[in-house]
Nanobody
Framework: QLQLVESGGGLVRPGGSLRLSCAAS????????MAWYRQFPGKERELVAG???????NYADSVKGRFTISRDNNKKTVALQMNSLKPEDTAVYYC???????????WGQGTQVSVSS
């Protein structure tokens, strides 16, 4: 069992930065692929950035060059550094853990990011 708790959301002006953090409790954090998703009102969750256990990273085209995902297996955390934020980045951001071999997926409770002047 893995529990995920996000933090770091908030209100920021366009062009500003936020850093989201996700803390995991439970064992074997390092065997999970980790990712950040976001959800706009009335829409499905979409992948923002993901990092596999082997360190492979992928980003949504809309955030490439602006967002950076990182993980610390010793601290059981995954972070999303968001720079040059735009109003269209406003959404609820969710931390996601997936154990690829057996398909187990865990979600955090979500954290609101609002970009507005």
């Amino acid at each position: 069992q893995l529990q995920l708790v996000e933090s770091g959301g908030g209100l920021v002006r366009p062009g500003g930065s936020l850093r989201l953090s996700c803390a995991a409790s439970g064992i074997f954090f390092s065997i999970y692929d980790m990712a950040w998703y976001r959800q706009f009102p009335g829409k499905e969750r979409e992948l923002v950035a993901g990092m596999t256990t082997g360190g492979s990273i992928n980003y949504a085209d809309s955030v490439k060059g602006r967002f950076t995902i990182s993980r610390d297996n010793n601290k059981k955390t995954v972070a999303l550094q968001m720079n040059s934020l735009k109003p269209e980045d406003t959404a609820v951001y969710y931390c996601n853990a997936k154990r690829r071999t057996i398909g187990t997926v865990y979600w955090g409770q979500g954290t609101q990011v609002s970009v507005s002047s």
